[in-house]
């Protein structure tokens, strides 16, 4: 057991500023321990969004120490002893009091994305190979934790402009599902933007499921974009064919 | 009406309270009826505690094993459940899973293949055969993105961060709903034909638990005063494997799927006393046998280290382990510092589901009350005394859908909904109370009403334990009208949250004793040590809570059978005899 100190950010939309607390800590505990010691004792109106605490809904997002993390996922432990540590909300999103923000932008964004497009004639074979691909982006916990690093919308407010990694990995579960038939290629390049990524990565760093979000959804995607603009052997390769091929890995 | 007790007022042939699995599935096939449907949910869209359910979704396919039938799951869910089931439920249950787990392939849904391309399936405890189609041991949470995905096409309003405090009634019917907004704590009430109550468990009356803050018996509790019965409240499922280390996750579930996989449990001694207690089903005998069976060990000081038990798949290929059960892996890893291929976990029974809930018509969802409907984990019927792993997310597939369609059919047929305003002001005077303090401290209650659940209505009851428990909760519940929060903030406010939230959990606690009490017999998740036998005229029937005139009225019913599945039901009972 130890003591250690907390400086949470409290208020609501852009008036707040940090509060210290010091919590008696125990062995294993995670920063969402702490907080819902600080609410359980200390500040009974504390504002944290949380819930399953293992990692899996993705609900409990915060900066701690700077940087974008699931608070049941960080260990005290993990963090540099005998500092003060600092919890503040997601920044790339509005504040609705202390660490809750307002993420309702990215379920609008969804929207607009074209929903899973069977053949009707579809026989439901799938190959695990395929299935394992599409895992890796299906596994997506909806943290928004890539969406408040990217710069496109953290730094310049874009959003606008750019659906966010979040929304790329989305649709490139759907682009690489081998029955799917939709055509999102256009989506891409315009309303979703993909051109504003300037592959920096730091998406990939903070997602907690480890899913390589510039590698393999994000650049494929963009290939996809720039096969279909900008390079005139597939485009005349197409017309020929006089059908696009979605059957194969991108 | 003062400032702080107005609200807005929304306007829909159906309104879905809850939004897991069995709440989109339910709101989904409402839409695809033509009904104007909302669906209110506490948390944001997506988060519900079908995430958590892991190991799979139980339909016999016959994919891995073709010999796999509706009757052989049908008779596995009736031998769980220990013959309380409603018969013609787990019948429903059982012909439509394969359905619906192909229709949410069909919508996107993407799980593990067999090397043909078909979906795979895995063992599972209590299933005669490899029944349960996955994808690694997330299939929740891909099963509620898929619904996710699927719903938000299909014109439903989604009121996210919501939380439902009361039913508004006019006569007999239920003819809307009163809430508030979490993010804001302004009231809102919803004007609706139909009411669907999807709102999972009531994990959180218990200390060690799988369920968040969230499951606070809230559908429970509102399909009680409404006046709809509640069926079969004494069972509540103990997981028999939760985290028991580090202190901040105890509770925190171990799928079953570990098992499903090869696990092996052993004592601290390094026995595998399943041997003891189920030695044809070991490790994969139903979840009731392997909780009681840990507890066994441990009370007899069999224990491990950290008083559980060891669950080990140190024997399994690590590669095997990390492809099929990536998400233990790294719980283990990231939140106990624990590489699981190389030591084993040590897991305790952790609360984890109510088999109980509001006693519906099986073809459409309804409960006794007009225009209300409840599906999922708190509707009861379905799973009897003891729930099968893997049978929780075809049941809110299957009766999510059948729901839906109920409730819009009813809908269509309904007068208009008229609100009264008394009832509107009374709901909001309750919320406005709480924040005029001082009073009792909504944090020091739960912990006094979880301790008391925690310590007397349990894996092992007593009537001594239950009766003491019924003084105490009867003591909780006055003081829980005295709840109040000393900062008057309505913005994102948990205190006043709970103080709400505790109200549905004193009522719905007490249901659970008071069944508890009155079932004299142990059968499934209900284990009574001064009647440790198994009673044949018990098992013909339910316990059923109403409310009375003067407090809660408990009473015996019969079970719902149906005459063609009799030649089924007797064929187990006679093969398990033998």
Redesign the interface.
């Known amino acids: 057991m130890s003591t250690r100190r907390f400086a949470v950010w409290r208020g609501?939309g852009t008036e707040g500023g940090l509060v210290e607390y010091d919590v008696e800590t125990?062995?294993?505990?995670?920063v969402?321990?702490a907080l819902r010691e600080i609410?359980?004792w200390q500040a009974?109106?504390?504002?944290?969004?949380?819930?399953?605490?293992?990692?899996?809904?993705?609900?409990c997002s915060a900066e701690v120490n700077g940087k974008p993390c699931l608070m049941c996922?960080t260990?005290l432990d993990e963090l540099p002893e005998g500092e003060v540590i600092r919890v503040e909300p997601m920044r790339a999103f509005p504040v609705?009091?202390?660490l809750?923000t307002?993420?309702?932008w990215n379920?609008e964004v969804?929207?607009r994305i074209p929903?899973?497009t069977?053949a009707p004639d579809?026989e439901?074979?799938?190959?695990?190979e395929d299935?394992d691909r599409?895992?890796e982006f299906?596994?997506c916990?909806?943290c928004f934790l890539c969406q408040d690093v990217c710069h496109v919308l953290r730094d310049h407010d874009m959003k606008s402009n750019y659906f966010g990694p979040r929304f790329m990995v989305r649709i490139a579960?759907?682009e690489m599902?081998p029955l799917?038939r939709a055509d999102r290629v256009e989506l891409l390049a315009g309303q979703a933007g993909i051109g504003l990524c300037n592959i920096t990565k730091c998406c990939t760093e903070v997602c907690p499921e480890g899913i390589h979000i510039t590698d393999n959804a994000i650049i494929p995607l963009k290939e996809r974009v720039v096969d279909r603009y900008y390079d005139p052997l597939p485009m005349l390769g197409r017309k020929l064919a006089g059908r696009r091929r979605k059957d194969g890995p991108v | 009406m003062s400032a702080d007790a107005a609200y807005e007022l929304h306007e829909y042939d159906v309104i879905v309270i809850g939004a897991g699995g069995a709440g989109l599935r339910a709101a989904i096939e409402s839409a695809a009826n033509g009904a104007k449907t909302a669906l209110i949910c506490k948390?944001?869209?997506?988060?519900?505690?079908t995430?958590?359910a892991e190991g799979g979704v139980a339909a016999a396919l016959g994919n891995v094993e073709a010999e796999d039938s509706w009757q052989t799951h049908f008779q596995d869910t009736l031998f769980g459940g220990k013959y309380l089931n409603n018969w013609r439920m787990a019948e429903l249950h059982a012909k439509e899973a394969p359905d619906r787990v192909?229709e949410l392939?069909?919508?996107?849904g993407?799980?593990?293949?067999t090397?043909?391309?078909?979906m795979s399936q895995r063992a599972f405890g209590g299933h005669t055969y490899r029944r349960l189609v996955h994808?690694?041991d997330?299939t929740g949470?891909?099963l509620i993105?898929t619904l996710q995905?699927?719903g938000?096409?299909q014109g439903i309003d989604?009121f996210?961060e919501c939380t439902v405090t009361r039913l508004l009634k006019d006569g007999d019917r239920v003819c809307g709903a009163f809430g508030y907004w979490r993010?804001t704590g302004e009231f809102v009430v919803f004007k609706a034909k139909s009411i669907v109550l999807a709102t999972g468990g009531l994990g959180k009356g218990w200390r060690i638990t799988s369920n968040?803050?969230?499951y606070t018996g809230d559908g429970h509790a509102l399909g009680f005063e409404a006046g709809a019965e509640l069926v079969d409240m004494e069972f509540v499922q103990f997981h028999p494997t939760g985290m028991i280390?580090?202190?901040?996750?105890v509770g925190?579930?171990v799928t079953e799927a570990v098992r499903g996989e090869g696990g092996i449990l052993r004592n601290g001694e390094g026995e595998r006393f399943m041997e003891r207690y189920d030695p044809k089903r070991m490790e994969l005998s139903t979840r009731d046998v392997v909780a009681r069976a840990i507890y066994t060990e441990v009370t007899e000081g069999r224990g491990s280290p950290r008083g559980g038990v060891f669950l080990d798949v140190t024997h399994l290929s690590p590669s095997l382990v990390k492809k099929r059960l990536p998400?233990m892996y790294?719980?283990f890893m990231?939140?106990?510092?624990v590489d699981i291929t190389r030591k084993p976990m040590e897991v305790w029974p952790t609360c984890h589901y109510a088999m109980g809930g509001i006693k519906v018509d099986a073809e459409t969802g309804a409960s006794r009350v007009p225009g209300l409907f409840a599906t999922g984990e708190c509707s009861g019927g379905m799973h009897g005394a003891n729930r099968l792993g893997g049978n929780s997310l075809s049941d809110l597939l299957v009766f999510g859908k059948r729901t839906g369609e109920g409730a819009a059919l009813h809908a269509r047929e309904a007068e208009a909904p008229r609100v009264d305003p008394a009832q509107v002001a009374a709901a909001a005077a309750e919320m406005v109370g709480y924040l005029d303090g001082p009073g009792e401290?909504?944090?020091r209650l739960h912990t006094e009403l979880q301790d008391t659940m925690h310590e007397n209505v349990g894996i092992f009851r007593t009537r001594d334990g239950l009766a003491q428990a019924l003084v105490a909760l009867e003591e909780l519940r006055r003081r829980a009208k005295n709840l109040r929060?000393?900062?008057g903030?309505r913005?994102?406010?948990?205190?006043?949250h709970l103080c709400r939230e505790l109200q549905a959990l004193v009522l719905v606690t007490e249901a659970v004793t008071r069944a508890a009490l009155l079932r004299t017999e142990s059968r499934g998740a209900h284990s009574r040590l001064d009647f440790p036998a198994t009673d044949d005229d018990w098992g013909d029937h339910n316990v059923v809570v109403t409310k009375g005139e003067d407090g809660m009225r408990v009473e015996r019913r019969d079970v719902v059978k149906v005459a063609e599945l009799e030649p089924l039901v007797a064929a187990r009972k006679a093969a398990e005899r033998a």
């Open positions: 609501a125990e062995e294993g505990m995670v969402l321990d609410q359980r009974e109106d504390l504002a944290i969004r949380w819930n399953c605490k293992a990692a899996k809904c993705g609900s996922k260990r609705i009091r202390d809750v307002d993420v309702s379920y969804n929207k929903p899973f069977p579809t439901w074979l799938i190959a695990q299935v599409m895992s299906r596994k916990i909806e579960a759907l599902h799917d | 948390s944001l869209l997506g988060k519900a505690h995430v958590m192909r392939e069909q919508w996107g993407v799980f593990d293949r090397p043909d391309g078909r994808i690694g997330r949470l891909e993105r995905d699927r938000i096409h989604v996210m993010t968040s803050w969230e280390w580090p202190p901040g996750v925190l579930l998400s790294s719980q990231d939140l106990a510092g401290d909504p944090f929060i000393a900062s903030a913005e994102y406010n948990p205190g006043w």
